[in-house]
RNA sequence: GCCCGCUUGGCUCAGUGGUAGAGCACUCGCUUCACACGCGAGGGGUCAAUGGUUCGAAUCCAUUAGCGGGCACCA
């Protein structure tokens, strides 16, 4: 006899299996032998190198791997890339943070040597993720990682580059960027976020010259009216309409600026007259090029007054100028007045310092150009898939309808350097190489830009890239296009649609077939989990407290859902582990004589009927599994798996076949129930494998028979045999028979309508009952005939009599079956009669309400009429079986009565 | 301001035109020889509100309310 513990502990299987697996090369696509095998491949976004596991995180991986496992079991040739982004920002910051506890700046050491510290950090300290990654059973072929400084990636970075120059979509050129005064970079409008601030409107009155009048405008930002170089009012505004071409004094400088008419001035907001800055404000920039405006330049990049700003201002921070000249205002009386305002505000997403829009010469990417391959594709095609739809494919579409241009410079060190190098005579060379650069220019005395890319510009190349592009590799030939991106619904645009961009421009194919975008994982109050607010759970934790398996099976559940953390949930998955243990407990030590992959090679006609039932439902389980991944659907897939196990697996086949694969005494008959039984767990383990890969292996491995055999073809001789080179299990029609679910249900309805009765009744466990069934249907007494052992059984029953129209003794508990039968329980004086005309009292009460409901339907001669007549027949059916079990009921009560 | 989504039992969530579901929580009974992380039996919802379409609405349409998301504006 095979013994095992009681209670399934994680933490074991989950320390052998991934290492083994891993070893053993399973991952890896080449593990299919299979040379016509179907192809899929997912490339995992690559977290930051600085990273470390978050709720996201563990949500997306175990969709993919649980896609992945799938495919893999199902013959596909498979492949998960894994990887990592080097995060620009983040990373230079936290090496800075580590030199600052050394008393040193990254100017200390100089470019080079920073950038070797930082390679250093990435050996040391970096990818941490990864191996929390292993944790999670993600079956990522790790001998295809990859990271985006890689000498590879950087030259796929540097090919896209230099074609994107060379095609005229990237240009070297000034432009209004979002700039960080702490980061000391600019960014792209993607990388701030808005928040809603209360703060004040300002009215400051400017003197018109040669009169006067005064205009009034309201700010926000006092201080960059000392950048002004115009007063912009609507044409169509008839309360400015003469001041149009006039002058305006521009208090606190001694410059005149002319008041011009653009259509961008809502006449409705402030005083209808608006102050332009056209050297720190988007809009305003916008319009300066309009009106052929001077740039004054009077906040510099640590977000100080410059010279220009006037001596007075100097140096002052900007919150400094901006109290000083509502102050100098007021002196002269041109401060109107001061309102309170919220207003929105833009802040470095990553260090929530606020942004300072400026001028500055970057390089740029004409992401509307580039924009137009998706655009179309979408519109047309309406790829990639989106899942959910709705509402991800819209977002998508507008997003790609509105695009402008890309900032693509970064301030930084780290990260991918500008393919650009300066001649001495102003010219810009953008090549390969420098080597190719210096040939080009004709000189060796070239400078190179000293600016980095933004992290996204190589994150945008990741699935061709690494695939091997710009090189035609075999992978690249096998694996790309990709057919499934699984991302959070944030980086939609900022990867997602990138992605897209560069797949089609180089490739002329999508970069993915599908993407899923995953759900949110709140905390329990409905808060986006993180650092700041130190309310994220770590995955991590929850798997040490209920495994990883249950932690999938929970995140699984998820899938695209909003949801609130919730440990019970995790819990009741744990639970589950443990009964797949105990199931499983339950068959090894009953094995003895059994094997799996024999138990179902008899004539079928021979097995038993609850054989037949759960055959049947594993099939359709497997149908239904099939279907609910196909339409990644993955809380169906769950709830499919989960209630298959315990309800029809456990608490009834289980409960069914211990008669016979419990006896005492051996014989072929109890090797075959239980070659039956473990092969029916052989397949379930199968079916749950890639939602739970720990538990399913450890038992797996344990069952006796297991042997190539359960391996797909494609991986036959692949090795010892593992659960996750099994073959999926595929429905087979010919194995659902819908007639041996109904007569099995029938027992079933039988043996709890039985329970019901010493339930409600408060028959004492040990209570042996005596049961008469009375059946007006031959076939219905012939199953409950070949039942009669189970039945008596599973409730606990002495004897059972079934007939037709049995003669009941009147002192018993009956109820009502379907298809006109009935069960009695004879009471004997054991019960008392008040309560069993209550309790059957209470019967005909729901049964009564209910049959009104249909009687009215019924009774409604435009439902009769227009309504299906398959549907009215259903009801009519319905209310005739309630009928006559209200009357059985009654004459129940008689009798008892 | 524009667009989109959500609102189902105490909690977390399924269900998208024809008998309201799950898990947890709750009640009752069980040391039944796989499992108390369990077994058996139960209770509990006018599906946010209003109006409409339909023989029939949780499900379709409209309006309202509350919550959430995206985009724009924010002088």
Redesign the pocket.
């Given at each position: 006899m095979i013994e095992i513990p009681?209670?399934?502990?994680p933490k074991q299987a989950e320390s052998e299996h991934y290492a083994r697996w891993e070893r053993q090369g399973y991952f890896a696509p080449e593990i299919n032998r299979d040379p016509v095998a179907p192809v899929y491949s997912i490339v995992i976004p690559p977290p930051n190198v600085t990273g470390s596991l978050h709720m996201g995180h563990a949500l997306q991986h175990t969709i993919m791997d649980v896609l992945t496992r799938y495919k893999r079991m199902s013959g596909y040739r498979t492949l998960w890339v894994p990887g990592m982004d080097h995060a620009g920002i983040s990373t230079q910051i936290q090496v800075e943070k580590q030199l600052r506890k050394e008393g040193l700046t990254r100017h200390d050491l100089g470019r080079e040597r920073f950038n070797e510290r930082v390679w250093q950090w990435k050996e040391e300290y970096g990818g941490q993720i990864l191996k929390q990654m292993r944790r999670e059973g993600a079956s990522v072929d790790w001998s295809r990682e990859h990271f985006t400084m890689d000498e590879r990636l950087s030259r796929a970075v540097r090919e896209f580059f230099v074609h994107m120059y060379e095609k005229g979509w990237i240009y070297h050129g000034e432009g209004m960027i979002s700039w960080c005064p702490k980061d000391q970079t600019a960014l792209s409008?993607?990388e701030v976020d808005?928040e809603?601030q209360a703060g004040h409107?300002?009215y400051l009155q400017y003197p018109v010259k040669g009169s006067e009048r005064r205009v009034t405008?309201?700010?926000?930002?006092p201080e960059t009216m000392l950048g002004d170089t115009a007063v912009?009012v609507?044409p169509n505004d008839e309360r400015y309409a003469d001041l149009i071409g006039a002058t305006i004094e521009l208090p606190l400088t001694n410059r005149l600026i002319p008041v011009i008419a653009d259509d961008?001035?809502?006449?409705?907001?402030?005083t209808?007259?608006?102050?332009?800055t056209p050297a720190h404000?988007?809009?305003d920039y916008a319009m300066g090029q309009r009106h052929n405006l001077p740039l004054v330049k009077v906040i510099d990049s640590h977000a100080r007054m410059t010279a220009e700003a006037g001596a007075e201002f100097e140096g002052l921070d900007r919150y400094e100028a901006r109290e000083k000249v509502v102050r100098n205002f007021e002196a002269l009386g041109l401060l109107e007045k001061v309102v309170d305002?919220?207003?929105?505000?833009?802040k470095c997403g990553r260090c929530r310092t606020v942004i300072e829009p400026l001028i500055s010469t970057e390089w740029f990417l004409k992401q509307a150009e580039m924009g137009r391959a998706p655009l179309e594709l979408i519109r047309e095609k309406h790829e990639p898939r989106f899942v959910p739809q709705?509402?991800y494919e819209?977002?998508y579409t507008?997003?790609l309808e509105?695009l402008y241009d890309w900032t693509l410079s970064r301030q930084l060190w780290w990260g991918h350097r500008i393919p650009a190098w300066y001649t001495e005579d102003g010219r810009t060379i953008v090549a390969r190489t420098e080597e190719e650069a210096r040939e080009r220019a004709g000189t060796d005395n070239l400078t190179q830009d000293p600016d980095v890319l933004d992290t996204w510009f190589s994150a945008a190349l990741w699935p061709i890239s690494t695939l091997g592009w710009p090189d035609e590799t075999e992978d690249f030939k096998i694996f790309y296009p990709t057919s499934l991106l699984v991302t959070a619904?944030?980086i939609i645009?900022l990867w997602v649609s990138r992605m897209m961009m560069t797949g089609l421009e180089f490739t002329g194919k999508k970069a993915f077939d599908d993407v899923f975008i995953t759900?949110?994982v709140?905390d329990?109050h409905?808060q986006?989990m993180s650092k700041s607010k130190g309310n994220g759970v770590d995955p991590l934790e929850v798997f040490d407290k209920y495994g990883v398996d249950a932690t999938r099976l929970t995140l699984a559940?998820?899938?695209?859902?909003?949801?609130?953390?919730?440990d019970?949930?995790v819990?009741?998955?744990?639970?589950?582990?443990?009964?797949i243990?105990?199931?499983?407990?339950?068959a090894l030590?009953?094995s003895e004589g059994g094997k799996v992959g024999s138990g179902f090679e008899a004539d079928r006609s021979e097995w038993s009927l609850h054989d037949r039932w759960i055959v049947s439902l594993l099939n359709k389980t497997a149908r239904d599994v099939e279907q609910a991944l196909a339409a990644y659907?993955f809380?169906?897939a769950v709830?499919k798996l989960?209630?298959f196990f315990?309800?029809d697996f456990?608490?009834?086949y289980?409960?069914l076949s211990?008669a016979e694969v419990?006896a005492e005494a051996p014989s072929p008959e109890r090797d075959a129930a239980r070659s039956r039984l473990l092969t029916v767990l052989e397949q379930a383990l199968r079916l749950l494998h890639p939602f739970m890969p720990y538990i399913t292996e450890e038992l797996w491995q344990r069952l006796p028979g297991i042997s190539e055999e359960q391996l797909h073809p494609a991986y036959k001789s692949a090795g010892a045999p593992t659960v996750m080179l099994a073959s999926y299990p595929r429905p087979d029609e010919s194995l659902i028979n819908e007639r041996a679910e109904s007569e099995m249900q029938s027992v079933i309805d039988l043996?709890?309508?039985v329970?019901?009765i010493?339930?409600?009744l408060?028959v004492?466990?040990?209570e042996r009952i005596k049961i008469f069934v009375s059946a007006p249907e031959e076939q219905t007494r012939k199953v409950f005939d070949e039942s009669t052992g189970q039945i008596e059984r599973l409730t606990?029953a002495s004897a059972i009599f079934i007939g037709n129209g049995l003669n009941v003794p009147r002192a018993s508990a009956r109820q009502v079956l379907g298809g006109g039968a009935e069960v009695a329980v004879p009471l004997e004086g054991l019960i008392d009669f008040a309560q069993e005309l209550e309790r059957l009292s209470?019967e005909r009460e729901?049964l009564q309400k209910?049959a009104a409901?249909l009687e009215a339907?019924l009774s409604?001669p435009?439902?009769v009429?227009?309504?299906?007549e398959e549907?009215v027949s259903?009801?009519r059916d319905?209310l005739a079986d309630i009928e006559r079990r209200d009357h059985a009921l009654e004459q129940m009560m008689e009798a008892l009565g």
């Amino acid at each position: 006899m095979i013994e095992i513990p009681k209670t399934y502990d994680p933490k074991q299987a989950e320390s052998e299996h991934y290492a083994r697996w891993e070893r053993q090369g399973y991952f890896a696509p080449e593990i299919n032998r299979d040379p016509v095998a179907p192809v899929y491949s997912i490339v995992i976004p690559p977290p930051n190198v600085t990273g470390s596991l978050h709720m996201g995180h563990a949500l997306q991986h175990t969709i993919m791997d649980v896609l992945t496992r799938y495919k893999r079991m199902s013959g596909y040739r498979t492949l998960w890339v894994p990887g990592m982004d080097h995060a620009g920002i983040s990373t230079q910051i936290q090496v800075e943070k580590q030199l600052r506890k050394e008393g040193l700046t990254r100017h200390d050491l100089g470019r080079e040597r920073f950038n070797e510290r930082v390679w250093q950090w990435k050996e040391e300290y970096g990818g941490q993720i990864l191996k929390q990654m292993r944790r999670e059973g993600a079956s990522v072929d790790w001998s295809r990682e990859h990271f985006t400084m890689d000498e590879r990636l950087s030259r796929a970075v540097r090919e896209f580059f230099v074609h994107m120059y060379e095609k005229g979509w990237i240009y070297h050129g000034e432009g209004m960027i979002s700039w960080c005064p702490k980061d000391q970079t600019a960014l792209s409008d993607l990388e701030v976020d808005k928040e809603s601030q209360a703060g004040h409107l300002y009215y400051l009155q400017y003197p018109v010259k040669g009169s006067e009048r005064r205009v009034t405008v309201a700010t926000t930002r006092p201080e960059t009216m000392l950048g002004d170089t115009a007063v912009a009012v609507n044409p169509n505004d008839e309360r400015y309409a003469d001041l149009i071409g006039a002058t305006i004094e521009l208090p606190l400088t001694n410059r005149l600026i002319p008041v011009i008419a653009d259509d961008f001035v809502d006449p409705e907001f402030g005083t209808g007259a608006v102050k332009v800055t056209p050297a720190h404000d988007p809009n305003d920039y916008a319009m300066g090029q309009r009106h052929n405006l001077p740039l004054v330049k009077v906040i510099d990049s640590h977000a100080r007054m410059t010279a220009e700003a006037g001596a007075e201002f100097e140096g002052l921070d900007r919150y400094e100028a901006r109290e000083k000249v509502v102050r100098n205002f007021e002196a002269l009386g041109l401060l109107e007045k001061v309102v309170d305002y919220e207003f929105s505000i833009t802040k470095c997403g990553r260090c929530r310092t606020v942004i300072e829009p400026l001028i500055s010469t970057e390089w740029f990417l004409k992401q509307a150009e580039m924009g137009r391959a998706p655009l179309e594709l979408i519109r047309e095609k309406h790829e990639p898939r989106f899942v959910p739809q709705v509402p991800y494919e819209k977002v998508y579409t507008t997003w790609l309808e509105n695009l402008y241009d890309w900032t693509l410079s970064r301030q930084l060190w780290w990260g991918h350097r500008i393919p650009a190098w300066y001649t001495e005579d102003g010219r810009t060379i953008v090549a390969r190489t420098e080597e190719e650069a210096r040939e080009r220019a004709g000189t060796d005395n070239l400078t190179q830009d000293p600016d980095v890319l933004d992290t996204w510009f190589s994150a945008a190349l990741w699935p061709i890239s690494t695939l091997g592009w710009p090189d035609e590799t075999e992978d690249f030939k096998i694996f790309y296009p990709t057919s499934l991106l699984v991302t959070a619904r944030d980086i939609i645009f900022l990867w997602v649609s990138r992605m897209m961009m560069t797949g089609l421009e180089f490739t002329g194919k999508k970069a993915f077939d599908d993407v899923f975008i995953t759900g949110t994982v709140f905390d329990k109050h409905g808060q986006r989990m993180s650092k700041s607010k130190g309310n994220g759970v770590d995955p991590l934790e929850v798997f040490d407290k209920y495994g990883v398996d249950a932690t999938r099976l929970t995140l699984a559940s998820i899938g695209s859902t909003d949801t609130r953390w919730n440990d019970k949930q995790v819990e009741s998955f744990r639970n589950f582990a443990n009964k797949i243990w105990n199931a499983a407990r339950f068959a090894l030590m009953n094995s003895e004589g059994g094997k799996v992959g024999s138990g179902f090679e008899a004539d079928r006609s021979e097995w038993s009927l609850h054989d037949r039932w759960i055959v049947s439902l594993l099939n359709k389980t497997a149908r239904d599994v099939e279907q609910a991944l196909a339409a990644y659907d993955f809380y169906d897939a769950v709830q499919k798996l989960y209630h298959f196990f315990w309800d029809d697996f456990c608490d009834w086949y289980i409960e069914l076949s211990k008669a016979e694969v419990s006896a005492e005494a051996p014989s072929p008959e109890r090797d075959a129930a239980r070659s039956r039984l473990l092969t029916v767990l052989e397949q379930a383990l199968r079916l749950l494998h890639p939602f739970m890969p720990y538990i399913t292996e450890e038992l797996w491995q344990r069952l006796p028979g297991i042997s190539e055999e359960q391996l797909h073809p494609a991986y036959k001789s692949a090795g010892a045999p593992t659960v996750m080179l099994a073959s999926y299990p595929r429905p087979d029609e010919s194995l659902i028979n819908e007639r041996a679910e109904s007569e099995m249900q029938s027992v079933i309805d039988l043996i709890s309508r039985v329970r019901n009765i010493r339930s409600e009744l408060n028959v004492k466990p040990a209570e042996r009952i005596k049961i008469f069934v009375s059946a007006p249907e031959e076939q219905t007494r012939k199953v409950f005939d070949e039942s009669t052992g189970q039945i008596e059984r599973l409730t606990r029953a002495s004897a059972i009599f079934i007939g037709n129209g049995l003669n009941v003794p009147r002192a018993s508990a009956r109820q009502v079956l379907g298809g006109g039968a009935e069960v009695a329980v004879p009471l004997e004086g054991l019960i008392d009669f008040a309560q069993e005309l209550e309790r059957l009292s209470r019967e005909r009460e729901k049964l009564q309400k209910e049959a009104a409901k249909l009687e009215a339907q019924l009774s409604n001669p435009q439902f009769v009429e227009r309504a299906p007549e398959e549907k009215v027949s259903e009801i009519r059916d319905r209310l005739a079986d309630i009928e006559r079990r209200d009357h059985a009921l009654e004459q129940m009560m008689e009798a008892l009565g």
